[in-house]
């Protein structure tokens, strides 16, 4: 196709232009073909009948005969229109057709003048012939009819001139006068085609115009209608895949046990829930659609702050697992674990928390069975460990108490008795010491540390405790944050520590104690249980044989040991662990077999928090003189030998002691007495509770001072909250302590 | 071959057609027996004799005499009452009555001036020896001056010699005597 650009009008097919061009010409001819084959006719006709109207019979005299214009008319008009006739019908429109019609028709102009006998009016046929001739829009025609004009003029001039000018004579130029009316209408008639054919090259331009841009249209509809074929392919097919994807999903969210869940990435829409939230939380899934904080609202009050947790990791774009507990509708409660997920889109930013909750409850009822069971074990070991470590103990009590009443024995055996007793009782005293504080309620004397200067301080006392061949590094953090705690059980845990370390490194090795502060976040607390915060670490680490996984689990139960019999019952660990979460902190190891361990105690940094109330300092003055003798003291204590013992040792100290056997007793000598000084009372005493005497006693006398005598720490809080001049010796206490103790407590104006 | 066929077809068409043309311009040209019309007025003749007098012998059923006629008139137009014109139509004695009365009587009788008289029986017509319809004779003060068609063909209209000749005749700018050729039907039959 070659398209070219008319100045002025739209690109358009040249050469279409000329085939249309053409077929109009062609059109053109054929329909002035088929007027004039009718014209002829009508002229074949028209001629006969004028010939029959004028000259119907030629006459001699009275006879007559058929005039030879009428056998003209009928022979001749005959002969005239059957070649442009028959090539009109044979060969419509073709140029040979066109030109025979145009010398037929001047023929038949011929014809017409003579049977109308020359009448110039009749000489109108020829003008208006060539005119209607001009109706092909080719002036070749009107050439072919002037010519047959011209030839019988010029013929006839010659040889018969009156037959055209009436004169026998007539000048050569008449001829071409005639010829000449006939080149003037031609003249005309050719401008008249010049202008039709220009008309009809314009029309063919435009039709082709015309075409070209409908073609244009036409394929531009068509590649867009193929383009949306397609486009309605892709889409239905994309439909498919996404009808499959939702069944896919549907089966899978619907199928499987748990709740799938996907949320906004502030988590306040909730975009999707699977049927399983309402086997799981008893409610709708469009109540939660409607008020999606619904959902934490069954949550369990002590278990939001775990559900937050995972609520600020999503919002973090981390993913998180947390367990919690719901109340149901019907007043059940389930564990749930909930998983959470963060989606990003293509940029990398969150868009959706995505998420799958289970009930786990069984699986936790199976857990706290478990736990039970294992706890019940752990009593009983300990129970074991206990039973053997007092029946040794109450052996050589018990030998050595008979040794003493036995008369016979001299004195020096009484007294070496006496010595073995109170040996005896001081190992059991630790025990105890031991044992409570593995169960955290041991005493203690909490006050501002800074582990650096404990660690810095039993520096030399651990090198001279480890054995040759163990190299002890120190390396402390400087501007350490302080903690809470006790000095002493401190040091105790570090000592007990470096020995377990020294027993792990077989000849020669490391033992390294560093200090250190740090923030445990939420979810990642080291161990199971560390509470997010600030901490302050000691961390002790050995490049021992390290600890096998089997022994692992088990490493802070109490009586565990992997060490052979008779070093030590296995409580060191036990009473680290109890000391450290006593304090609010934690004790983790890390450690693998052939690798060494690494104890880390976890202790909360109090800076900046506000530090506790100094702890008590109990201070010890064996040869003290009792400035406070004669005072009265009120003695309760149920078990009579511990009272007895008691109010002996007080009086011997010059005290008035009054002894009571429980509250009512000690109520009724408080009624009888002037005045008490001090109230020595035991923690248990049954019917009513030390707090409420001691608060009845002092609602009289509010100067009363009072000593509490326990086993363990119980209600302290509650205690020092509700009673003043409040002290408390622990037990087992030896005489001096409790003067001390006593003389404590009355200089405690 | 086509093109050769067409041109042989179309050039024998062309043959047959100018053929029929020239033999329909031969009829057309051919004259009627030529009459040879009395030099002096003829006695016995029923028309009187004026100064010009312009007879027409016609045969009232001849188509081509209609031609006659029209130039009958066209010359007395010209020549405004300076000669006296009749028209004479055959009536033969067998024939009916209004056998004369046809257009061309009419046509005649039409002609402001002109005299249209029945010539029973052709006696009119043998005394001034015509034996041709558009036989025309003009006599000034009983002397011939013209004798022949006013016709330039059989039937044609328009200008002719003889239409020329007689008026110049009739305007004086001629005195010389002239013949031509009469186109038209015979006006008795050619008995065997």
């Given at each position: 196709v070659s398209a070219a650009i008319v100045p002025g009008t739209i690109p358009f097919d040249r050469a279409r232009s000329h085939v249309i061009f053409a077929k109009l010409q062609r059109g053109v001819a054929l329909r002035t073909d088929r007027s004039f084959l009718w014209l002829m006719v009508v002229q074949y006709l028209a001629g006969i009948i004028a010939a029959i109207w004028i000259s119907p019979r030629a006459w001699e005299g009275m006879s007559s005969h058929l005039h030879p214009h009428v056998i003209a008319a009928i022979i001749l008009g005959g002969i005239v229109i059957s070649l442009p006739v028959a090539l009109a019908g044979l060969y419509p429109g073709e140029r040979s057709t066109r030109h025979a019609m145009a010398a037929g028709q001047m023929l038949m102009s011929g014809l017409l003048i003579h049977l109308c006998?020359?009448?110039?009016?009749?000489?109108?046929h020829i003008f208006g012939s060539l005119a209607f001739l001009s109706f092909y829009r080719d002036w070749r025609v009107l050439v072919t009819a002037s010519a047959v004009v011209a030839i019988d003029h010029l013929v006839r001039g010659v040889f018969f001139p009156e037959s055209i000018y009436g004169v026998l004579a007539a000048p050569w130029w008449r001829s071409f006068e005639h010829i000449g009316w006939v080149l003037f209408e031609d003249g005309f008639l050719f401008i008249s085609i010049g202008q039709s054919v220009r008309e009809m090259f314009s029309i063919a331009e435009r039709q082709a115009a015309l075409e070209f841009s409908h073609a244009g249209v036409e394929r531009t509809v068509a590649e867009r209608t193929s383009e949306l074929t397609a486009e309605i392919a892709e889409r239905r097919q994309t439909e498919h895949s996404l009808r499959l994807s939702e069944q896919r999903f549907r089966q899978l969210a619907e199928t499987i046990p748990g709740v799938f869940w996907i949320k906004s990435p502030d988590l306040r829409d909730l975009l999707y829930v699977s049927p399983g939230y309402e086997q799981i939380w008893g409610h709708s899934c469009e109540s939660v659609y409607e008020e999606p904080e619904s959902c934490g609202e069954c949550i369990i009050a002590e278990d939001r702050a775990a559900a937050e947790i995972g609520a600020v990791k999503a919002a973090r774009g981390e993913p998180y697992e947390t367990e919690y507990r719901i109340i149901r509708p019907d007043g059940n409660v389930r564990w749930i674990s909930s998983r959470g997920f963060p989606a990003f889109d293509e940029v990398g930013k969150l868009a959706r928390v995505v998420g799958f909750a289970t009930d786990v409850t069984e699986r936790k009822s199976l857990e706290l069975k478990l736990l039970e069971a294992g706890r019940l074990e752990t009593v009983g070991r300990l129970a074991g460990g206990i039973a053997h470590d007092f029946n040794t103990i109450l052996t050589e009590v018990i030998g050595h108490a008979e040794l003493i009443k036995d008369a016979a024995s001299s004195a020096a055996t009484k007294y070496q008795s006496g010595v073995a007793i109170e040996r005896s009782a001081t190992r059991a005293a630790r025990l105890t010491q031991q044992l409570l504080a593995f169960s955290r309620k041991q005493m203690l004397c909490v006050e501002n540390l800074d582990l650096n200067e404990v660690v810095l301080g039993l520096e030399p006392m651990l090198r001279g405790l480890l054995r040759k061949g163990i190299a002890l590094r120190t390396t402390v953090q400087t501007r350490l944050p302080r903690v809470q705690a006790d000095a002493t059980q401190i040091q105790h845990m570090l000592v007990q520590l470096a020995l377990n370390a020294q027993d792990a490194i077989p000849r020669e090795g490391t033992l390294t104690i560093q200090t250190a502060s740090m923030t445990v976040e939420a979810g990642l607390a080291p161990g199971d249980d560390t509470l997010p915060g600030e901490y302050v670490t000691i961390t002790v680490s050995d490049t021992g044989a390290g600890i096998s996984e089997e022994v692992m689990p088990r490493?802070?139960?109490?009586?565990?040991?992997?060490?052979?019999?008779?070093?030590?019952?296995?409580l060191g660990l036990s009473m680290c662990y109890g000391v450290a979460k006593q304090l609010g902190g934690n004790v983790t190891v890390r450690s693998k077999l052939g690798a060494g361990a690494t104890f880390t105690i976890y202790l909360p940094s109090r800076d900046g928090k506000g530090s506790i109330p100094p702890a008590e300092v109990v201070k010890w003055a064996p040869n003290q003189p009792d400035k406070y003798a004669t005072r009265n003291i009120l003695l309760v204590e149920t078990n009579p030998t511990l009272r007895d013992l008691t109010a002996t040792v007080l009086r011997k100290r010059g005290y008035v002691v009054h002894e009571a056997t429980d509250e009512s007793d000690a109520l009724k000598i408080a009624s009888s007495l002037y005045s008490i000084d001090l109230l020595v009372a035991d923690e248990v005493m049954p019917g009513t509770t030390r707090a409420d005497l001691a608060k009845q006693l002092q609602a009289s006398n509010p100067d009363l001072r009072i000593l509490v005598t326990s086993d363990k720490l119980r209600d302290f809080e509650t205690v020092s909250a509700a009673l003043s001049g409040l002290t408390i010796l622990q037990k087992p206490y030896t005489p001096a302590l409790l003067c001390s103790k006593v003389l404590a407590a009355l200089g405690n104006h | 071959v086509r093109s050769h066929k067409l041109l042989g077809v179309a050039s024998l068409w062309l043959l047959l057609s100018c053929a029929g043309l020239a033999a329909m311009l031969h009829y057309e040209k051919t004259s009627g027996a030529p009459g040879d019309a009395p030099r002096e007025w003829p006695a016995g003749s029923a028309i009187e004799p004026a100064g010009h007098t312009l007879i027409l012998f016609a045969h009232p059923h001849c188509p081509c005499t209609r031609a006659s006629i029209a130039a009958l008139g066209q010359i007395l137009a010209h020549a405004q009452g300076q000669v006296a014109a009749h028209v004479v139509f055959l009536q033969p004695a067998s024939g009916p009555r209004d056998w004369v009365e046809t257009d061309l009587w009419r046509s005649a009788q039409a002609i402001p001036g002109v005299d249209v008289r029945a010539d029973l029986d052709g006696d009119e017509a043998r005394r001034f020896h015509?034996?041709?319809?558009g036989q025309t004779v003009l006599y000034a003060h009983g002397h011939l001056m013209f004798a022949g068609g006013?016709?330039?063909?059989?039937g044609h209209f328009g200008d002719s010699a003889g239409g020329d000749i007689t008026l110049a005749l009739l305007s004086g700018a001629s005195k010389a005597h002239a013949r031509t050729p009469v186109y038209g039907c015979p006006l008795e039959s050619k008995e065997p």
């Open positions: 006998g020359g009448r110039i009016e009749t000489h109108f490493l802070f139960e109490p009586f565990f040991t992997t060490k052979p019999h008779g070093q030590g019952p296995g | 015509a034996s041709t319809s006013i016709t330039s063909g059989r």
